[in-house]
């Protein structure tokens, strides 16, 4: 995966998505070679391309703290190889600082990461889940719920609409003759 492919994916439930990043290993060699790229690119002709310092600033818009650089190794974006989680979140907050990356980097992913953010049925849904899905027993309350709505809304439905059968005739003939 190239630093240029940074992609927004949703999954099959629509709240939820994920961002796919390239990965980057941290090590004692990170810092110098980064701040190389980023002179390099500054100093190129095809400056506007700015990958690596595009790449650099969308990293430090994600890590501010070592809880940052934990999530990013969990998801096998980073590793560490440094020390510290707390080392790699200082490292890319001082790298980032005052960086001007390109604006077209990732701008399709972007665009799509703010319309999913935006959208108030998303954020909804994600609320819920994040409160109710590390319960067991409450997911499972969800659930039954959802489920006892839908059986009534089906039950409701066929009452009222159901088709003419043998009983209703029945029913029709005993109405009449016995003045039920």
Known sequence: M?????????RWWLFSADVELPPIIVDDSTKPM???????????????????????????????????????????????????DKEVAKLFNEIGTDLVPN???YSEAKHKIQEHYE????????????????????????VGAVMALFLSGVQTYFTVWSPKGECDELCMFLKMNHHL
């Not at 630093?3 to 949703?10: G, I, Y």
């Not at 390099?40 to 310092?53: F, K, L, N, R």
């Not at 108030?120 to 969800?142: D, G, M, P, Q």
Request: glycine content about 4%; charged content about 25%; proline content about 0%.
């Open 2 to 10: 190239h630093l240029t492919e940074v992609r927004f994916l949703k």
């Open 34 to 84: 980064l701040l190389n790229l980023i002179a390099h690119e500054m100093c190129s002709d095809d400056g506007h391309e700015a990958w690596v310092t595009s790449y650099i600033r969308l990293l430090d818009s994600l890590i501010d703290h070592l809880e940052d650089v934990k999530s990013l190794r969990k998801a096998g974006v980073l590793e560490n190889s440094l020390g510290s």
């Open 103 to 105: 604006i077209l980097a």
């Open 119 to 142: 959208n108030s049925t998303n954020t909804r849904l994600s609320e819920l889940k994040h409160e109710y899905t590390h319960i067991s027993w409450a997911f499972l309350a969800i």
